[in-house]
């Protein structure tokens, strides 16, 4: 069947090189997509700026042009946007298989409000909160004072992964939330604000496979979101990951399960929610307990490029279940096998950086995996054109092994200040008691 995969950063691109392996795949196009999968055909046209009603439109037209069979939907925006809603909505594109929620269920993650109530309606495990808006700042402000610092801060909306603020002071915390509800500090996004309480405790990231009915958990995953080593300085898109997470034990995982996989699938077929597609659960765990600091309503990135390696099972077929319902009839097989993922970024991200910067070493064949991210092609070389360039992923028996030759092969990829972290893992292989 011939495929579009929308987006174009580093899990698109992992994305697109798994799908293109199954023998199900005719022609595989990913849209805007970058260097990386110009290998396979790009529809660079059809999204413009962001995602609106035009460029759905100029997608549905593509898609009966190419005969297109199954969409698969990489980022939040389209979805939030309500792609899926017009794709079926429209009549020649009613039949195509869709994956990624419809607008309803992309409210998981397009509003942190919903999401909280969601979770209190279903009895979701996940930190207390309350949300205000401009018209209730007073109450918020009083609500403030009675919390313990840390007190989190989050805008409803999506803001690029910006919209959270862990203030440490009662001072701190009454200024943000003026900022946020008076002076419109994230825009459109902050509107509304959830005031959270702090969750102490490891995060993991859990990636759900569901039509809605059923379900497939894929492997887990940790990234590392701040731009420095030892997790220090601002947060970023995320500067790497490893896949699988060994504190993430059986015992865990049922916990994960019982607790916050069933109830929100069920929870959405009670709210009447179509939701066919990824639920990526940000977990943090507290004392052995998993509780939801947020939904996404799609794969994580950079944690897709460690998650999708170990997967062995044909990624098309697990796709169109999903699509038409049928997840129950196929399995999902992973590798043993962990994965380490190490991104490359343009200096000075996550802040303001050059672009256009050569990449060199692109063709060395180590048996790492290079996944472009923000790459173009430009007179025949590959030049950098966004903050989160490449990510490296090894996989290996031993997580220690994977990250040293993800490194390996980190050391051969050049361009002008190029920068990543060093410490990508540590951690992990410091929890893992044999330190393999
Ligand atoms: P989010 O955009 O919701 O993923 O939040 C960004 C980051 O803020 C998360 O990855 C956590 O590290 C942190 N965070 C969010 N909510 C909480 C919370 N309730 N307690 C502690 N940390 C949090
Ligand atoms: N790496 C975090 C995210 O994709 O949201």
Redesign the pocket.
């Known amino acids: 069947m011939n495929i579009l995969l929308l987006g174009s950063g580093g899990r698109e691109h992992a994305l697109a090189w798994k799908i293109s392996q199954s023998p199900d795949c005719n022609r595989l196009f990913v849209s805007p997509g970058n260097a990386g999968t110009n290998l396979f055909n790009v529809a660079e046209n059809l999204v413009q700026n962001g995602y609106d009603q035009a460029d759905f439109q100029r997608i549905a037209n593509f898609i009966q042009q190419q005969n297109i069979e199954l969409v698969i939907v990489g980022p939040e925006a389209p979805l939030v946007a309500g792609i899926t809603d017009f794709l079926k909505n429209n009549s020649s594109t009613a039949d195509v298989l869709v994956v990624g929620p419809t607008q309803a269920g992309a409210e998981l993650e397009g509003s942190k409000d919903f999401a909280k109530q969601f979770m209190q309606r279903h009895n979701i495990p996940t930190?207390a909160s309350r949300t205000f808006t401009a018209d209730t700042l007073n109450e918020g402000l009083e609500y403030l004072q009675k919390q313990t610092s840390p007190i989190?801060l989050?805008a409803d909306g999506l803001a690029a992964?910006k919209?959270?603020i862990?203030c440490t002071t009662h001072d701190e915390a009454t200024e943000t939330l003026r900022d946020m509800l008076q002076h419109q500090k994230f825009g459109e996004a902050s509107q509304k604000v959830v005031i959270?309480?702090?969750?102490d405790g490891i995060?993991l990231s859990v990636f759900v496979l569901t039509d809605g009915k059923n379900y497939h958990l894929l492997p887990e995953a940790k990234d590392y979101?701040r731009i420095g080593e030892n997790d220090t300085g601002p947060?970023t898109g995320g500067m790497g990951a490893v896949s699988p997470v060994p504190f993430a034990d059986e015992e865990f995982l049922t916990k994960v399960k019982e607790q916050i996989v069933e109830p929100t699938i069920q929870g959405l077929a009670e709210e009447n929610i179509d939701y066919r597609g990824f639920i990526f659960l940000?977990l943090?765990n507290v004392d052995g307990n998993p509780s939801v600091?947020?939904y996404n309503v799609r794969l994580g990135d950079p944690e897709t490029q460690a998650v999708i390696p170990r997967l062995e099972s044909d990624l098309v077929e697990l796709l169109v279940a999903t699509a038409k319902q049928q997840l129950s009839e196929v399995k999902v097989q992973i590798s043993l096998q962990a994965a380490a993922t190490v991104v490359m970024v343009s200096g000075g991200y996550p802040g303001s950086y050059e672009k256009g910067k050569a990449i060199s070493g692109l063709s060395n064949k180590s048996g790492s995996l290079i996944f472009q991210a923000g790459t173009k092609a430009e007179e025949g070389k590959v030049v950098t054109s966004g903050g989160r360039v490449l990510a490296v992923t090894s996989l290996h028996s031993q997580l220690k092994t994977a990250l040293e030759q993800s490194y390996i092969q980190v050391e051969q990829l050049h361009w002008d200040d190029v920068y990543y972290r060093k410490d990508i893992g540590q951690d992990i292989l410091r929890y893992s008691a044999d330190g393999k």
């Open positions: 930190a989190v989050k992964g919209g959270v862990i959270e309480e702090f969750l995060e979101k947060n940000g943090m600091i947020e």
